[in-house]
Nanobody, 120 residues
Framework: QVQLVESGGGLVQAGGSLRLSCAAS????????MNWYRQVPGKQRELVAA???????NYADSVEGRFTISRDNAKNTVYLQMNSLKPEDTAVYYC??????????????WGRGTQVTVSS
C-alpha cells in the first residue's frame, strides 16, 4: 500500500506565496513522474505541474513563471512553490505519483488534496 499526503495549503492574499509538499510512503520501490493537479467545483481536474524522476518539468500555461515544482527522491517528496498567487489559483490541489511498489507493480496514486484559497 502507498499513501500520498499533501500539506501546506491555506489562505493567502493575492500576490502572496505558499509551498505545498506531498510525501509518499508505504511499499515503494521507486517513483517515476510526480505531478500536481488542481480542481475547482464544477470543473475538471487540471494538471498544474509535472516532474520526472530525473527532474524534467512541465507547467500549465496559467502558472508558468509563477510556480516551481521540485522533488527530493531520497524523501519520496514533491513540492510546489507557488508565488504571485492570484484569486483564480484558488482550488483543491492534489498530488499524483506513478509508483513502482516493492512487488514491482506500477500503479498511479492520488493524495486527498489540500485547499488553497487566494483572497483578492
Amino acid at each position: 500500500q502507498v499513501q500520498l499526503v499533501e500539506s501546506g495549503g491555506g489562505l493567502v492574499q493575492a500576490g502572496g506565496s505558499l509551498r505545498l509538499s506531498c510525501a509518499a510512503s508505504g511499499s515503494i520501490f521507486s517513483i517515476n513522474g510526480m505531478n500536481w493537479y488542481r480542481q475547482v467545483p464544477g470543473k475538471q481536474r487540471e494538471l498544474v505541474a509535472a516532474i520526472s524522476r530525473g527532474g524534467s518539468t512541465n507547467y500549465a500555461d496559467s502558472v508558468e513563471g509563477r510556480f516551481t515544482i521540485s522533488r527530493d527522491n531520497a524523501k519520496n517528496t514533491v513540492y510546489l512553490q507557488m508565488n504571485s498567487l492570484k484569486p483564480e489559483d484558488t482550488a483543491v490541489y492534489y498530488c499524483n505519483a506513478d509508483v513502482v511498489n516493492i512487488a514491482r507493480s506500477r500503479m498511479n496514486y492520488w493524495g486527498r488534496g489540500t485547499q488553497v484559497t487566494v483572497s483578492s
